[in-house]
């Protein structure tokens, strides 16, 4: 059986890209880049999360602005890796989101956070702390 993550992609479509690039670059303490967006037929604009996409079992993200497609109200939930999932609930309200479900234990599989972040997209926190 296969054990790698078959994940390798996730996009957060948003209203406002600067204030989402504000909030997840306040709460994760990380710097987005700007690549051109694929050309889909739809004007679209993109912000990456870092990442490396020889690593294993990390997947890779972006912003995504598109017209026709609204932020929030879906049922996907991305969860970003913490070392203490609490930092970075300290930082959500201030970054203009808000707490759902405070840091909460589940049991051996460690800790999350659900929030809401400021288009209206509940994201997800997890640490083994």
């Known amino acids: 059986m296969k054990k790698e ?6 996009e957060i479509y948003v209203n406002e890209l600067d204030r989402a690039q ?10 987005m ?4 967006a694929p050309d889909v037929g739809e004007p679209m604009e993109m912000l990456f ?3 490396d996409m020889e690593s294993k079992n990390r997947v890779a993200g972006a912003l995504v602005k598109m017209e026709g497609v609204d932020a929030g109200g879906n049922s996907t939930i991305v969860y970003f890796a913490s070392e203490d ?3 970075e609930e300290a930082k959500i ?3 203009g989101g808000s707490i759902f479900k405070p840091k ?3 049991g051996e599989y460690g800790f999350i956070v659900l929030a809401m972040d400021t288009e209206g997209n509940m994201i997800g926190i ?3 702390n």
């Open 5 to 10: 993550n078959p994940v390798v992609w996730f």
């Open 22 to 31: 504000k909030f997840y670059e306040t709460v994760f303490s990380l710097k």
């Open 33 to 36: 880049d700007a690549i051109p």
């Open 49 to 51: 999360f870092p990442s």
């Open 85 to 87: 999932c609490s930092i």
């Open 93 to 95: 309200v201030a970054a």
């Open 104 to 106: 909460m234990a589940i």
């Open 126 to 128: 997890h640490s083994m």
